[in-house]
């Protein structure tokens, strides 16, 4: 039995789908009427379900609208349908609902951002090198979190499992998700002492502008848990001059474009380095679980003992 709300509800989303659809179907006779038309508009947030590019539509699964209507899952008719390409289903948007205030009302939605993204898709341009097991990995040098020169050949004898992030990375999939993975790392590694002995954690910086030793620092305490002196013994935070991050971003299949605003545009890329200096393993993305590192790096010890 429908309540008179439920009811409500389904009918209200039967009006909006069949405007959705309505709009698709004629948006090139309507083009200069909704051009013109007057629209209200609320803010919408919630995550891509689906994507339809025949129609120009993606179905959003969002958190209820102020002034319009509940949380719910709908199909929405995108007013720049050339842009479906850039959406996929799992992304967080934020976007403008437009609601046209013309008897034959129509539904938009517009000034889409995509605020997290279901996975990295960005690719770079041009692939230099992609970490292959046997590599050897150049002795690249870096300043860590309390200023102090280091050199990856430093942990030669230890395995070395190293990133790639930076500080103000605004997105929770990406840099954020990178270092929650590698702190997950770094308390299970600690209730191992003999492997925590054999190996160490790098996250590297390709932020030099901003990535300051001392803001790595704050940075870095923020994930460990503390900012005591020997909080990085096992953990560095560690930035280069540009010139070396690029020959690192090269090596290490890391994919990094500086734009305006001092935006930054890249891919994910994790490598676990032998004892001997060497490429283990490459783990490209944010696919990668901490349970899936640490079983490799347990294996690596159990080889090389």
Request: include cysteine; proline fraction near 7%.
């Amino acid at each position: 039995m429908y309540t008179e709300s439920v009811m409500h509800r389904f009918l209200f989303f039967c009006f909006l789908l069949g405007a959705v659809l309505l709009a698709g179907c004629h948006s090139g006779q309507n083009a200069a009427h909704q051009a013109a038309s007057a629209y209200t508009v609320y803010h919408l947030r919630g995550k891509i379900v689906a994507t339809d590019a025949a129609h120009g539509i993606v179905t959003v699964d969002h958190e209820a609208i102020p002034g319009f209507m509940e949380a719910m899952t709908m199909p929405y008719q995108l007013k720049d349908p050339s842009i479906i390409s850039d959406l996929h289903p799992g992304d967080t948007i934020t976007a403008d609902v437009l609601v046209s205030k013309s008897s034959a009302q129509t539904i938009l939605l517009d000034n889409i951002d995509v605020i997290a993204q279901a996975k990295p898709d960005y690719k770079p341009a041009v692939v230099d090198h992609v970490p292959a097991p046997g590599d050897v990995v150049p002795d690249f040098e870096l300043r860590n979190q309390d200023g102090r020169s280091i050199h990856l050949s430093q942990f030669r004898g230890k395995a070395l499992l190293i990133t790639f992030i930076y500080t103000r990375c605004p997105f929770p999939n990406y840099c954020p998700l990178m270092t929650h993975n590698f702190a997950v790392i770094n308390q299970e590694l600690k209730k191992a002492p003999a492997l925590y002995k054999e190996t160490h954690l790098l996250s590297v910086s390709f932020d030099p502008e901003h990535d300051t030793p001392a803001s790595l620092r704050v940075y870095g305490a923020g994930y460990i848990g503390t900012g005591a002196k020997d909080a990085f013994a096992h953990w560095d935070f560690a930035v280069a001059p540009k010139p070396v991050v690029l020959k690192m971003a090269e090596f290490f299949d890391v994919g990094i474009t500086y734009g305006a605003n001092d935006s930054i545009t890249h891919t994910l890329s994790t490598t676990l380095i032998g004892p001997d200096g060497k490429v283990v393993h490459f783990y490209p993305g944010n696919d990668w679980t901490p349970a899936q590192v640490l079983a490799d790096m347990k294996k690596l010890a159990a080889r090389a003992g």
